[in-house]
């Protein structure tokens, strides 16, 4: 059975900061639905009980960044893969925020950036839900895909801000900000 609290417990997080991978659901009132995986284990901060943030680096799409601008809504969805079995999602409101804005850099001081950081999602928290996730496989985590990573170092820095700043629509042609900058992020 479905349990909700307007905020993010202790045993909450502690079961957000055990799983390697998250799922975002972001929606505008027109369009395509946006499901994103996101992995590298040390891109999601939770800021507070009531607030939470992720990095974002640069894709194929921004999706998400179009949907928060013109609705705000978004869902995160954990869900463990181990034995012990259990879904929380975090419904929330968010937006996302640019190396060039002003809030940049007190909101990346809580991370480790990462090669190609494009932005990060700040998610004010409406509620959280818990479920038993009974139908969700058992699997285990082999290893984070380097390739994204890889690609983002070997990335010449005024080329990559080309590129992505040539992205500035959705594919449902919602506007999105591009980053005026590359983000190095660390080595490894």
Known sequence: MAE???????????????QPVFFT??????????LSPKGYADSFRILSESQVAYLDLGGSGNETHAHLVADGRIT?????FDRTALIL?????????LPQDAA??????????????????VIDVDSVQTSCGWGVPMMELQA???????????????LWVE?????TKSIDGLPTRPTDRFIAGESG
Not at 144 to 158: F, G, I, N, S, W
């Open 4 to 18: 909700f609290t307007d905020t993010l417990t202790d045993k909450h997080i502690a079961f957000i900061e055990k």
């Open 25 to 34: 659901a972001t929606a505008a009132s027109e369009g395509r639905i946006n």
């Open 104 to 121: 940049w850099d007190a909101l990346a001081a809580h991370f480790t950036l990462l090669p190609g950081t494009r932005q990060i999602f």
């Open 163 to 167: 590129k992505f700043s040539e992205h």
């Open 76 to 80: 995160i969805m954990f869900c463990a």
């Open 144 to 158: 984070e895909r380097e390739t994204l990573r890889k690609y983002h170092r070997q990335a010449d820095p005024v």
């Open 89 to 97: 999602r975090i419904y929330g409101r968010g937006r996302p925020v």
